[in-house]
């Protein structure tokens, strides 16, 4: 069975930073890109940042652009993100996703998603 | 960046009536790059369609998607009680959006 774990939320202070890490298992993990999916509170969805299988090509959200960082660990079957300079409007259920048939790109649909950690940005 | 804009916002309809919800993208969609998904409360995200018109391992088919361009449906023949939830749209022309979602509620 496909599986996404994700793990590292909690509550930080405005410009702090936070690691969240996403645990693969069940697919070959190297195969495929993945993303990182946000939903603030009672919002609908927001993607976050991609990244192809080998990590040649990474794209962001304009909104977290500059300040977060997406990474992989193919031997490890770990997908991470790095988010820094955390505001309040960051405050999210963040999703890792998995990219839905095999391509270079992580322009894709998303076909096995995790629960999630939740982010809390507050003073 | 592409923007989806999902039609209507809440859609009221009984179990058993058809849905037809709507997505129409900022640009033309190369290669029909649209995908559907289905969220329920406290639960992620399900992938329903993807490539405008393709169903997903295990979708029932009274779900089907169709469009191309600007202009994208997904249609519910016959709604079933589990069907009532959230419904978002998503291109993968370049960097993926998401619609803000239809709610689909029992009348």
């Known amino acids: 069975e496909m599986q996404l774990v994700e793990s590292g939320g909690g509550l930080v202070q405005p410009g702090r930073s936070l690691r969240l890490s996403c645990a693969a298992s069940?697919?070959?993990?190297?195969?495929?890109?993945m993303h990182w999916v946000r939903q603030a509170p009672g919002k609908g969805l927001e993607w976050v940042s991609g990244?192809?299988?080998?990590?040649?090509?990474?794209?962001?959200a304009d909104s977290v652009k500059g300040r977060f960082t997406i990474s992989r660990d193919n031997a490890k079957n770990s997908l991470y993100l790095q988010l820094n300079s955390l505001r309040p409007e960051d405050t999210a259920l963040y999703y890792c996703?998995?990219?839905f048939g095999i391509g270079y790109y992580y322009y894709s649909a998303m076909d096995v998603w995790g629960q999630g950690t939740t982010v809390t940005v507050s003073s | 960046e592409i923007v989806l804009t999902q039609s209507p916002g809440t859609l009221s309809l009984s179990p058993g009536e058809r849905a037809t919800l709507s997505c129409r993208a900022s640009?033309?969609?190369?290669?029909?790059?649209l995908a559907w998904y289905q969220q329920k409360p406290g639960q992620a995200p399900r992938l329903l369609i993807y490539?405008?018109?393709s169903r997903a391992t295990g979708i029932p088919d009274r779900f089907s998607g169709s469009g191309s361009g600007t202009d994208f449906t997904l249609t519910i023949s016959r709604l079933e009680p589990e069907d009532f939830a959230v419904y978002y749209c998503q291109h993968y022309d370049s960097s993926p959006t998401f619609g803000r979602g239809t709610k689909l509620e029992i009348k």
């Open positions: 990244i192809s299988w080998n990590s040649g090509s990474i794209g962001y």
């Open positions: 996703a998995k990219s």
């Open positions: 490539d405008a018109s």
């Open positions: 640009q033309s969609l190369s290669s029909s790059y």
């Open positions: 069940g697919f070959t993990f190297d195969d495929y890109a």
